[in-house]
């Protein structure tokens, strides 16, 4: 957060712009002494208001001027985090939508109102479907998100997937073999890792991100599954102290943890 001693001193700078310029909106701007372009920390302790060159944007957020009221200002200045962050870990609950277009409450509704104005805008990396929980990254990384997305990557995801009747004992063979054709398709799996938890529960590891590929496979071997839980991305696990409806926020060398195969 903003350090204290710099709050009033945001405060007072911002109402100055708006009765300055006399427009209907603003920019939303991050102090230069603690985030650069490149979101790497800059270590200073002191502020020259009037030197625009102490500021920079975090990005092209339009907020208009009327919304500036003493209450929201302190709002702003008291919550505003200058924290850099690569991405956000986030604990999907069941019934929330990862896509924009969708109806129903979204995955960027329990989000700050604040990190949902930035430009570009945040993404999830992925998604998840309404009916299934657990880990989902949110980013506004293009680059990050395509990455861990691309085919070519084969990025491991983890599921944790509750059945509705018992396992036969030859799920796991099938899944590894890579020769499993899920129906209105015409090309194979890929190899998958099954491990069995109990007689009704399994962890299942893909590397692809095909249409509700994990309840699609155990539907090709006679089975339903009734709940279904992302543990894990790559190198990168869902937290265990993470509520859903929670997030973090990750820095750029935790984010990369996500390419490591856990």
């Known amino acids: 957060h903003l350090p204290s001693a710099h709050r009033d001193e945001l405060r007072a700078a911002m109402q100055k712009t708006l009765e300055k310029d006399k427009k209907d909106v603003c920019y939303l701007f991050a102090l230069q002494p603690f985030v650069d372009h490149e979101r790497t920390p800059i270590e200073h302790t002191t502020v020259d208001w009037d030197d625009t060159s102490a500021f920079v944007p975090v990005a092209n957020v339009r ?53 949902r104005l930035r430009d570009p805008a945040l993404s999830t990396v992925g998604r998840l479907d309404k009916d299934t929980s657990g880990l989902i990254l949110i980013t506004d990384d293009g680059d990050f998100l395509h990455r ?43 190899p998958a890792r099954l491990e069995v938890v109990d007689d009704r529960t399994a962890r299942l590891t893909i590397t692809e991100g095909r249409y509700h590929q994990v309840r699609r496979m155990f539907a090709a071997v006679g089975n339903h599954v009734v709940d279904l839980h992302r543990e894990r991305i790559g190198g990168l696990a869902l937290p265990s102290d993470l509520e859903p409806g929670q997030h973090r926020i990750l820095p750029a060398a935790e984010a990369e943890k996500v390419f490591v195969d856990g």
């Open 63 to 115: 907020i208009p001027a009327q919304t500036f009221t003493s209450e929201a200002q302190d709002t702003f200045c008291d919550d505003m985090s200058f924290t850099p962050w690569h991405a956000l870990p986030e604990h999907k609950p069941l019934g929330v939508v990862c896509s924009h277009k969708e109806d129903g409450e979204k995955i960027y509704d329990l989000l700050p109102r604040r990190w």
């Open 148 to 190: 861990v997305i691309s085919p070519k990557r084969h990025v491991p995801k983890t599921y944790l997937a509750k059945l509705d009747r018992p396992l036969t004992g030859s799920e796991a063979g099938i899944f590894a073999a890579g020769t499993l054709m899920l129906e209105g398709e015409e090309k194979p799996l890929l």
